[in-house]
């Protein structure tokens, strides 16, 4: 392994989820342009930034991605390395603050991200994006929150959003189908009414948008069940979900496989990730299939 990969991983394991800026740092930016802390909402934390890419295509596809941090941490600063390893893929990309507890409790950051998905469809088209290639991508947490947003229709159509109006959903190291166990996380969801209704494979119907969950077999934090679970339930119902699973990859890796850099290499997410949104866009013209052959 490169040695400037060892002290950049230590550094990103030992150092915090705040280290995650380090890559912004070393990871090309392909010389997209960022537009940053545009409001999408009236509080301080309703924030996004939009990473475009050098070689803007007419209409492109659109992520709004959600970080990770137990509901609890993050910023959208330090996931700079996501918006431009994506946009150099050629997807105009969004990176979303939102409320966190202390400051609110679930369902907040949810409706947060409902809000963030309402500025993106009616907004987007201004920075070069197609509002009707959009797609919702989260880490961890974020995961759950997009999951949430695209299984329990009720925070999406709060904004007069229809389900038809995101193209798929792609998550990342994901909760969809877990125990509420570590007391910092039962504060978050303690307004609840029931334990299912934190759970977005409660509101599977199968009317969701196209799914790719990503999950490494060796995440010890979320267990690949919930991706197999969320899937086996969607494509049950007549939806569409594909699960890969990376080999020796643990929870974290599916996001650093996000930092488009040549001397970081762990699996082929950005190529999936691609791969995905080229088979599902509206605009799709390709006999390739949508997931790479698993080994």
């Not at 659109?62 to 970080?67: A, M, N, R, T």
């Not at 390893?85 to 409706?111: H, M």
């Not at 695209?150 to 995101?166: G, P």
């Not at 995440?219 to 969320?230: F, G, I, R």
């Amino acid at each position: 392994m490169n040695p400037l990969t060892i002290i950049l991983l230590t550094m990103l394991f030992f150092g915090g989820c705040s280290s995650l800026s380090t890559l912004n740092a070393v990871v090309p930016d392909g010389n997209s342009t960022r537009v940053a802390n545009i409001q999408y909402g009236a509080l301080a934390k309703q924030q996004l930034d939009i990473h475009q890419p050098a070689y803007l295509k007419t209409n492109a596809p659109v992520i709004l991605f959600f970080y990770g941090g137990r509901w609890q941490t993050g910023s959208k600063e330090e996931y700079q390395f996501v918006g431009q390893s994506l946009a150099k893929r050629g997807f105009i990309t969004v990176i979303a603050d939102y409320r966190v507890f202390p400051n609110v409790e679930f369902p907040d950051f949810i409706k947060d991200g409902a809000l963030a998905t309402q500025w993106v469809l009616k907004n987007i088209p201004s920075y070069g994006g197609d509002p009707s290639n959009l797609y919702l991508m989260g880490h961890s947490a974020g995961a759950h929150m997009a999951a949430m947003l695209i299984a329990n229709k009720r925070f999406l159509a709060e904004k007069q959003i229809k389900i038809t109006d995101i193209r798929g959903f792609i998550g990342l190291s994901g909760p969809y189908d877990f125990n509420i166990t570590d007391d910092d996380i039962k504060q978050v969801f303690r307004k609840a009414n029931r334990y299912k209704d934190t759970q977005p494979i409660t509101f599977i119907d199968g009317s969701e948008p196209p799914m790719l969950l990503l999950h490494g077999q060796k995440d010890k934090t979320l267990s690949v069940t919930n991706s197999q679970h969320m899937a086996e339930k969607t494509n049950k119902m007549g939806g569409n979900a594909s699960v890969i699973l990376y080999k020796d990859m643990a929870h974290v890796g599916t996001l650093l496989a996000l930092a488009d850099a040549p001397f970081l290499y762990f699996a082929p997410v950005l190529d999936d990730i691609e791969r995905f949104i080229n088979c599902t866009s509206h605009t799709a013209n390709t006999t390739q299939p949508c997931v790479s052959q698993q080994p």
